[in-house]
């Protein structure tokens, strides 16, 4: 029941965290900052800081998050090693490309499809772990 919980805990943490910085902090930088360089340059590492929390939550479910062979709901971890894998190819393929302002048009559109793409499946993973099994109104009995 305690790894149901973390797994949940971890999913939401992801999701809601790419929530925050890629629909909410990243465009209010745009607005309020003084240039788009400045915008650009803090959206950079606010990206950085977002990968790393996203591998750590998606190394983490991979080890919290488990078939079990009688239950059959799938698995989220397809979306977890998605959502890495997308993580990943951000940070090392399309950053290098965007910081040296190399065809902005087309690494931005890639780098912001990657995104929605981890957001999608920070979401997915979520919304297949959150029924946490016996964690039903009323059934929360000492862990």
Not at 59 to 78: G, H, K, Q
Not at 109 to 132: E, I, M, R, T
Request: with cysteine.
């Amino acid at each position: 029941m305690l790894t149901a919980r973390l797994s949940v805990f971890l999913a939401a943490l992801w999701w809601g965290s790419l929530t925050a910085v890629g629909f909410m902090v990243v465009p209010m930088l745009f607005v309020h900052l003084e240039t788009p360089a400045m915008a650009g340059q803090m959206a950079a590492k606010l990206f950085t800081a977002q990968t790393w929390l996203s591998l750590g939550c998606c190394f983490l479910l991979c080890l919290t998050t488990r078939r079990e062979t009688s239950n059959a709901a799938p698995s989220p971890l397809i979306w977890v090693v998605g959502g890495m894998a997308l993580a990943l190819m951000m940070e090392v393929g399309v950053k290098p490309h965007i910081l040296a302002r190399d065809n902005m048009a087309l690494w931005h559109n890639l780098g912001s499809a990657f995104y929605v793409g981890q957001w999608l499946c920070a979401g997915k993973a979520l919304w297949q772990l959150w029924p946490v099994p016996g964690l039903a109104a009323g059934t929360e009995g000492n862990d």
